[in-house]
């Protein structure tokens, strides 16, 4: 008889996001027809700009014809044009010296981050930020890397790195030393956004130990102070220590096209075996490469047009994120985030429990945030709020909730 993999089944319920969906569609059925505001679900509202819609026509033309159709790629990695303009535009144009080959193209970074896995035993200590995006807990629990869930809301097996008001979101080294480490940063949900002196501590403490860090930099065009690392190579040592992962999501909108990319330098060797190769290994196994128009749609995001117009629209939701936080504060929330990052992460009031505060703010002012008690232990009494909404919307979202409170 067929045995299943068990570690799916400690998996408590069902994730995140789709709990919160679930919660918001049984409200709309009992609750009709109550406009509701979404800032939950980090999902964008503004289209495709232009010269993406220009290239995914140009290269859907281009699959019409004989001399142009292209069906599998030569590497699942990605095409040249986009992991050089990538290396180009990401990397060396800020003096870090990254590969095209070093750079390797996917459906995005959820994926990546719950896949790189794949290439590290399960026997690895693995440590998360508490709170946490749940990709990195979830699909270490379903590894095998997590062990039991106990009561308090914390896996046994699992290092975790509080992030909270007193240490400013962002991780103390541990007194168990972990194997593999993530960071995110900008920080989903908190907002936070690592200094270079925060990160040389984590990168030279990987290096010491022979540890790897898990480095998501999805939200990095959201940071607005040249003097916050965009990349985690702008730390000296990160070569020999980090993968990145990185996506166009929230850079550009293809939160539905769907294409990120995971950097992994040469120089990162453990065991004996650099890590890169492992990475091309199983991608060229289980995935046959992001579509060809889409890597092309992705590509003109770095022409002069592309630059301008993702730029714009980054804008426009930082302008979103400045509404809120600026609201929050007059109204007496206590916030952070918002600066450096799309996300606000605002305290609940007297010490509410934030799966009560989400369901209030949506009962009573028809607005949809995420809990942080589902972000990991370290979240409760807190909600994040999203600056991926529309920008009326978005105002009348604060209103709403200052009027409740």
Request: proline content about 7%; charged content about 20%; overall charge negative.
């Amino acid at each position: 008889m067929v045995k299943i993999n068990d570690n799916f089944t400690k998996l408590p319920g069902g994730y995140l996001f789709p709990e919160i969906s679930r919660r918001v569609k049984a409200f709309m059925a009992e609750n009709p027809p109550k406009p509701i505001i979404r800032l939950g679900i980090g999902d964008v509202t503004q289209p495709l700009c232009p010269a993406v819609i220009e290239a995914l026509h140009k290269a859907t033309d281009e699959m019409a014809v004989k001399e142009t159709f292209r069906g599998y790629s030569d590497d699942s990695c990605g095409y040249d044009f986009l992991r050089n303009a990538i290396a180009d535009h990401d990397y060396k144009s800020r003096g870090v010296s990254i590969s095209a080959e070093e750079i390797c193209v996917s459906d995005g970074a959820k994926s990546d981050c719950g896949n790189i896995g794949d290439i590290f035993s399960v026997n690895n200590v693995v440590a998360v930020c508490d709170p946490v995006y749940p990709v990195y807990v979830d699909t270490n629990v379903m590894a095998g890397r997590a062990g039991t869930l106990g009561p308090d809301g914390r896996w046994s097996d699992l290092v975790y790195l509080p992030c909270t008001e007193a240490n400013g979101f962002f991780p103390e080294l541990p007194n168990k030393t972990p194997d593999i480490i993530y960071i995110c940063s900008p920080n989903n949900p908190t907002g936070a956004a690592a200094t270079k002196e925060q990160l040389k501590v984590w990168v030279d403490y990987a290096n010491e130990h022979q540890s790897v860090i898990l480095y998501d930099s999805a939200y990095e065009a959201y940071v607005t102070d040249p003097s916050i690392p965009r990349s985690i190579y702008e730390i000296p040592g990160a070569e020999t220590c980090a993968i990145e992962f990185r996506s166009f999501s929230k850079t550009a909108g293809f939160t539905g096209t769907r294409c990120g990319y995971t950097v992994i330098p040469s120089a990162l060797v453990r065991g004996g075996v650099m890590l890169r190769s492992l990475w091309t290994r199983r991608q060229n196994t289980k995935y046959n490469g992001t579509p060809y128009i889409v890597q092309r749609a992705a590509e003109a995001v770095y022409s002069p047009e592309g630059q301008r117009q993702t730029k714009e629209t980054i804008a426009y939701y930082l302008n979103n994120a400045k509404v809120i936080r600026e609201g929050f504060q007059k109204a007496g929330i206590t916030c952070y985030g918002g600066v450096n990052a799309p996300y606000i992460w605002a305290k609940t009031p007297d010490n509410m429990p934030s799966w009560d505060f989400f369901d209030l703010l949506l009962k009573k002012a028809c607005v949809v945030t995420t809990p942080g008690a589902g972000f990991g232990p370290s979240g409760e009494g807190f909600i994040r709020v999203t600056a991926f909404g529309d920008a009326e919307a978005t105002k009348e979202a604060v209103a709403r909730i200052v009027d409740v409170l």
